[in-house]
C-alpha cells in the first residue's frame, strides 16, 4: 500500500494541503486556494452538508 | 445506480437565461473568447504556434473531437520546441471555470494569481471560451464606474 503523496502547499483560506492552487495551477502561489474554497468564492458550487455515517 | 439530474448551476452552466438582480451583471461567459484557437493533441508545437500567432493570440486550448477541455498553452508552453507533440508540451488538466461566474470575481482573483488566461466551459467540460485578464478587469472596471456614476 502507497503512502499518500506528499502536499506541497496549504489553502491559504482553510488550511488543507494541496498539491499546487486551484485557481492558478502554481504550486508556488502565496494565495493558494484548494478546489472547495476557489469554487465557493466563485459561487461555482454550494457549501455541502458533512455526510455522517449513521 | 444514481441517475444525476442537473441542478440549477449547471443549467446557468450552460448559459441557460437567469432572471433576478444579478441577472444583467457581465459573466466570465459573456466576457470569454470564443474564437481562441484551438488544437488537438496529435499536434505539432510549431504548427500550432505558426497558426496561434498568425490569429494574434498568445494562447490556444487543447480540446478533443467533441470539444472538451484537455490542456491548455499560454506563452510559456508555447514557447517550448517546435518538434515536441502538443500532448507533451501542453499544461495538462487546467483548472476551467463556469460561465455564470461574475467577471469581477474573475478580475480580481486573476490579479491576485498573476493568471494571464482562464478557460471557460460548460459543467461536462466543453469550451465557452477563453476569458483573457485584460478583458475581464476591463469589463470589472466598467461596470464599477457605470454603478459609481449611477450612485
Same mark, same amino acid.
Given at each position: ?54 | 445506480? !444514481?441517475? !444525476?439530474?442537473t441542478g440549477k448551476l449547471d443549467w446557468l452552466a450552460a448559459g441557460l437565461p437567469s432572471e433576478g438582480s444579478n441577472a444583467s451583471r457581465p459573466r466570465a461567459g459573456d466576457v470569454a473568447r470564443s474564437d481562441v484557437p484551438t488544437c488537438r493533441m496529435d499536434e505539432s508545437l ?62 480580481? !482573483? ?42
Open positions: 500500500m502507497s503512502e499518500p503523496k506528499e502536499a506541497g502547499t496549504k489553502c491559504a483560506h482553510c488550511g488543507t494541503s494541496i498539491e499546487c492552487c486551484e485557481f492558478c495551477d502554481e504550486s508556488a502561489c502565496q494565495a493558494a486556494a484548494c478546489f472547495e474554497c476557489v469554487n465557493e468564492a466563485l459561487g461555482q458550487a454550494v457549501p455541502q452538508p458533512h455526510t455522517h455515517g449513521g | 445506480m !444514481y441517475d !444525476y439530474a510549431g504548427d500550432v504556434r505558426e497558426r496561434v500567432g498568425a490569429a494574434g493570440w498568445n494562447a490556444c486550448v487543447v480540446v478533443n473531437e467533441e470539444g472538451v477541455v484537455l490542456g491548455l498553452l499560454r506563452s510559456k508552453e508555447l514557447g517550448g520546441d517546435a518538434a515536441v507533440r502538443i500532448e507533451a508540451a501542453m499544461r495538462p488538466g487546467p483548472s476551467t471555470f463556469r460561465p455564470f461566474v461574475a467577471v469581477e470575481e474573475m478580475a480580481e !482573483y486573476m490579479i491576485e494569481h498573476d493568471l494571464e488566461s482562464a478557460p471557460v466551459t460548460t459543467s461536462d467540460g466543453r469550451l465557452v471560451g477563453l476569458l483573457r485578464r485584460s478583458d475581464a478587469a476591463r469589463t470589472a472596471l466598467e461596470l464599477r464606474q457605470k454603478e459609481g456614476g449611477a450612485g
